[in-house]
């Protein structure tokens, strides 16, 4: 059987599965990270209260979220994916509408964490769970396409917000995104199951697969489930987490200062600025679709080392002085966001399987969150020896670099027993 296979055919159920992770990962960039771009001003002016101390308590929020969605893999274990999902996708409901109505800075810093905890629970850790699944051989190409609803919400979501707090106001604005989460929650309740299998499909749309998956998972009977003590044992556990997490922190990096670096570098007004990252995210929606080809026809680890080798070269030429060049980075970061969200997944359900996928994706995830979180105690450092942009540029290039190099020491051996190391 060909592992390397870009196949597109999924089948109509996992077409569905497909579609339903887009607008689960659309809700999780849009509403916990993008969002909070406009949710944060927007709720301060709404309240009256102090934009900095709402801003000071996103960071936090989010680390605290990190650890809590670490333990979904657990839920999952106990409950079952699809059950799990589905209260996941009705407590985030609830938890964005008490957040869009926060009375006080106390319930707004509670219910920012909950909100940011159960969406990146029933987008990453859920979401992806049932696309290894379904998808066990073909999650390159699959993580693909998932994640342009990532880069969707990067392209859309500042207007949608923008619209609705205009024509009402931004705890209107989160109430309407709440009631839609609990709607797309009832329907994968109806439309989507945990596994091919229930569906009455195979893994992959292919009999093959699902002969020699069912195969290494029955040999794998016996064998206790990896728990997260042997999950935060394992080396490889950490080196993705660290490794995609470099990745994470230069996007983080580059992307928060890139409106700022086109006005007083580049001389853009706002307006052009702003522009500029909107094209790049929609540069990423092809972006996302062509990484999940390269996953699927060379590997996950060895896209992952061509990955950063391209965001160290994009980050160049973005810096350069000449103007077409400038315009080659653009286009060549636009290309890179596209693929960040898709490679920690894609590993993970290689090189962990379909059994022990939400266990060892929820601590790659954790670790990939913190390092990437760091971005701005590293901005911090940077801009506080150095002025302007180039230096803190170079590093983030570095450090994209160095994501790919520590991959390419790494010997990874697939859950159903194929090699990228060949």
Same mark, same amino acid.
């Given at each position: 059987?060909?592992?390397n ?8 159920k ?30 301060a002016a ?7 101390v ?7 929020a ?6 809590l ?6 839920l999952?274990e106990?409950?079952?994916l ?9 407590l985030a409901?609830?938890?964005t ?6 009375m ?7 219910t920012?964490v909950?909100?940011v ?7 990453v850790?859920?979401?992806f ?12 190409i ?9 880069n969707l ?7 949608i917000l923008n ?7 931004i705890?209107?604005?989160l109430?309407? #995104?709440? %009631?839609? &989460?609990a709607?797309? =929650? ?10 091919p299998e229930? $569906? ?30 042997e999950a935060?044992?394992n ?6 987490g660290v490794?995609y ?15 700022g ?9 706002l307006?052009g600025a ?6 790049a995210?929609?540069i990423?929606?092809?972006g ?31 810096i350069?002085p000449?103007?077409?060049? #400038?315009? %080659?980075? &653009?286009?060549?970061? =636009? ?7 898709n490679?920690?997944?894609?590993? $993970?359900?290689y090189?962990f ?7 060892s ?5 954790t ?5 990437r ?5 590293v ?6 020896m150095?002025?302007g ?21 790494v ?12």
């Amino acid at each position: 059987m060909e592992q390397n296979k870009v196949s597109y055919n999924f089948g109509k159920k996992g077409w569905t599965v497909i579609s339903f992770e887009v607008i689960l990962l659309f809700f999780m960039t849009g509403l916990t990270v993008d969002g909070l771009n406009i949710i944060v001003p927007a709720m301060a002016a709404f309240r009256g209260w102090d934009v900095n101390v709402l801003l000071s308590i996103s960071t936090p929020a989010g680390i605290i979220a990190l650890f809590l969605v670490m333990f979904w893999g657990k839920l999952i274990e106990k409950f079952g994916l699809k059950q799990v999902t589905v209260i996941t996708m009705f407590l985030a409901a609830v938890a964005t509408i008490l957040y869009g109505n926060s009375m006080s800075v106390s319930m707004y810093a509670v219910t920012l964490v909950a909100m940011v905890t159960l969406i990146n629970a029933f987008s990453v850790i859920c979401g992806f769970a049932i696309c290894t699944n379904w998808f066990p051989t073909k999650k390159g190409i699959v993580m693909g396409f998932t994640t342009i609803g990532m880069n969707l919400a990067s392209a859309c979501i500042s207007i949608i917000l923008n619209a609705l707090s205009n024509k009402y106001n931004i705890a209107v604005a989160l109430t309407i #995104m709440g %009631i839609v &989460i609990a709607a797309v =929650g009832v329907l994968l309740a109806f439309f989507v199951k945990a596994t091919p299998e229930e $569906a009455g499909c195979y893994p992959d749309n292919d009999p093959e697969v699902a002969k020699l998956i069912h195969k290494e998972e029955n040999a794998m009977e016996s064998e206790e489930k990896l728990s997260y003590i042997e999950a935060l044992k394992n080396p490889m556990v950490w080196i993705f987490g660290v490794a995609y997490g470099f990745f994470g922190l230069a996007t983080v990096g580059i992307m928060s200062q890139l409106v700022g670096y086109f006005q007083e570098v580049r001389g853009f007004a706002l307006s052009g600025a702003l522009l500029v990252i909107t094209v790049a995210a929609i540069i990423g929606m092809v972006g996302s679709v062509l990484w999940g080809i390269v996953d699927q026809k060379v590997g996950t680890k060895l896209a992952s080392i061509l990955f950063g080798i391209w965001y160290f070269i994009g980050i160049i030429f973005l810096i350069m002085p000449n103007q077409i060049c #400038m315009y %080659i980075g &653009i286009f060549m970061l =636009g290309f890179a966001i596209g693929g960040n969200g898709n490679f920690a997944p894609s590993m $993970a359900s290689y090189a962990f399987g379909r059994r022990d996928f939400a266990v060892s994706y929820s601590c790659i995830n954790t670790i990939v969150g913190v390092v990437r979180s760091c971005s701005f105690a590293v901005l911090a450092v940077l801009r506080s020896m150095t002025s302007g942009y180039t230096v803190p540029y170079m590093v983030f290039a570095v450090i994209s670099l160095l994501g790919g190099v520590m991959l390419a020491f790494v010997k990874v051996k697939g859950a159903i027993g194929v090699s990228m190391d060949n």
